[in-house]
């Protein structure tokens, strides 16, 4: 199973917290974070960055479509 991991430019403040904590999974491009690839294995860290998005512009979803990031 994989993951999708998104990031909303629109939302996205460019803080490069996901970029640091996680370079093998983000990148700054410009002003804006994007993920290095569109889908990840599982791995509980993706979910803590998502969390931890100051504007919440990483979304993470399983396989089926389900959100599983950012959590409430």
Known sequence: ????INVDAAACLGS????????DAFTLDGPKARPLTPTAD????????????PAAAI???????????PRD
Not at 42 to 53: F, M, Q, R, T, Y
């Open 1 to 4: 199973m994989t993951w999708t």
């Open 16 to 23: 490069g917290m996901c970029a640091g904590a996680r370079p």
């Open 42 to 53: 599982p791995d509980e860290s993706l979910l803590d960055i998502a969390d931890s998005c």
């Open 59 to 69: 979304t993470i979803t399983d396989a089926d479509g389900g959100e599983l990031a």
